[in-house]
């Protein structure tokens, strides 16, 4: 599946993420807290947008590069970090073909952005994500699922797997697939240390919500 434009239509008109999440923060404190020297540690933000947790990594100390299929994201990205003098290695690339060598990250993280694929190509960029790890390396993602408000109320694609939708917190043009505990199971199913996590917040003042998994795990050695 090529990149949705609808992102890049998003990131043209407004300003997109610019504070890193939680998860991300506290998955980061926890593995590499007593880390030194985090130059050595090579991570990707994958969908990286418009830079938030490019940002958060970076100026954490990380060898840091991100991936979105929007240039006016990317655009944003580069201004964050410029604001704050960071640097980072940033390019416009669909997450399906990722042009990197085997074998070459430490990290990658995924904020909620591989769920807007179908199945069949999540499957596939994750085959893509275990090749790009070192042995030893960790993934950490967040996955929307089933417990967000909306989620069927909407034009089906495959199962779990929609866009247009009529009610709820997402935005009515994306395509989202709502992930179920089994298949986030089945994306990790290859890691060491595994850690699964579930996350449900309401947003406008209650009337709707959003449910997560969040997950990491550790190629083995």
């Not at 998860?23 to 990707?44: E, M, Q, W």
């Not at 994958?46 to 655009?75: K, V, Y």
């Not at 499957?123 to 790009?132: A, D, G, P, V």
């Not at 290859?190 to 406008?204: A, D, H, I, P």
Request: glycine share 10%; proline share 2%.
């Amino acid at each position: 599946m090529a990149f949705d434009q609808t992102w890049e239509q998003i990131f043209k008109s407004q300003s997109w993420g610019k504070y890193p999440s939680e998860d991300v923060i506290r998955f980061t404190a926890s593995r590499f807290k007593n880390v030194a020297d985090r130059s050595k540690i090579r991570v990707l933000d994958l969908g990286c947008g418009g830079g938030a947790h490019t940002w958060f990594l970076a100026r954490e100390g990380f060898d840091t590069f991100g991936i979105d299929g929007s240039e006016s994201g990317i655009r944003q990205a580069e201004a964050l970090l410029d604001r704050d003098g960071l640097k980072a290695n940033l390019t416009v690339g669909d997450f399906t073909q990722l042009d990197y060598p085997a074998e070459f990250f430490d990290i990658i993280i995924d904020s909620s952005a591989v769920q807007h694929n179908n199945f069949s190509d999540i499957r596939l960029i994750h085959r893509q994500i275990w090749n790009l790890l070192k042995p030893g390396g960790y993934f950490c993602g967040i996955l929307i699922n089933t417990q967000t408000s909306g989620w069927k109320d909407a034009e089906k694609l495959e199962d779990n797997t929609y866009t247009n939708f009529k009610t709820g917190p997402i935005q009515k043009e994306l395509l989202v697939h709502f992930f179920t505990e089994s298949e986030a199971r089945e994306i990790m199913s290859g890691y060491e240390e595994f850690n699964l996590e579930k996350t449900t917040r309401t947003v406008s003042n209650g009337k709707d919500q959003y449910g997560h998994f969040v997950v990491n795990g550790r190629k083995p050695l």
